[in-house]
């Protein structure tokens, strides 16, 4: 018989942000697969689980993705985490979890922290209906055009977004879908967490003026 496949949400920054279960999980499974596994040791370490762990990261992910396969129909169970949040967004877990589907291999999640989440609720934007597209291009032209194809989204949008390209988003975004309003989260559960509400004009005006750190959400308002 196969093992199973759990998809294990972990701290987005606060490390008490873990359920029982995916505690639990962790603890019982045969092996856990990891985005870093040193990022990941020290949660483990934290928590009192001492089960081996193996990298699965954007440039292994097909080579080692065959050796998860093959471990699970030997009948091991694994678990899949990132090094934050929900695993499958924005980071190679799609890849793995499609493997596993199309070979047969029972999937499980163990839901918790997911960072999309926790940006839309804060941001004060109305959520009965978002639309999520992760990281734009770093490349200017590109990501100018990946904002262009959504300026007539009525939805909020939610990105993320890295500390170095974070003013020239913003400014292409005020180019292209106008000044409107946007929430930018920074450090979700963290010491050091943020949240403003205001104008794309104004973020720029403040994100020109302060040290621009740590890791971003933004979610804008759509289309009138």
């Known amino acids: 018989?196969?093992?199973k496949l759990y998809i294990v949400a972990t701290p987005i920054g606060n490390i008490k942000d873990i359920t029982f279960r995916a505690v639990e999980v962790l603890k019982e499974v045969d092996l856990i697969a990891c985005e870093d596994t040193r990022h990941t040791k020290k949660l483990l370490v934290h928590y009192g689980i001492n089960i081996s762990t193996t990298s699965y990261f954007e440039h292994n992910k097909i080579k080692k993705g065959e050796y998860l396969v093959k471990?699970?129909?030997e009948g091991k169970d694994i678990a899949l985490v990132s090094d934050s949040g929900t695993p499958g967004?924005?980071?190679?877990?799609?890849?793995?979890i499609r493997l596993a589907i199309e070979n047969?291999?029972?999937v499980l999640?163990?839901?918790g922290a997911c960072a999309v989440i926790s940006g839309l609720v804060l941001s004060g934007?109305?959520?009965d209906s978002f639309v999520f597209y992760g990281f734009l291009s770093s490349k200017g032209a590109k990501r100018r055009r990946q904002l262009d194809a959504i300026k007539q989204e009525k939805r909020t949008i939610i990105l993320y977004e890295s500390p170095?390209?974070?003013l020239k988003t913003l400014c292409d975004i005020l180019d292209i879908l106008g000044d409107r309003d946007i929430a930018i989260m920074r450090e979700l559960t963290k010491v050091f967490e943020e949240t403003l509400r205001l104008k794309v004009s104004e973020a720029i005006q403040?994100?020109?003026?302060?040290?621009?750190?740590?890791?971003f959400i933004l979610a804008i308002k759509g289309k009138k």
Do not use: A, C, Q, V
């Open 104 to 106: 047969n291999i029972e």
């Open 71 to 73: 471990l699970l129909k």
């Open 164 to 166: 170095y390209r974070l």
């Open 206 to 215: 403040h994100f020109s003026n302060h040290p621009i750190k740590g890791e």
């Open 1 to 3: 018989m196969s093992g």
């Open 109 to 111: 999640t163990i839901p």
């Open 125 to 127: 934007l109305p959520t």
């Open 89 to 96: 967004i924005s980071d190679p877990g799609f890849n793995i």
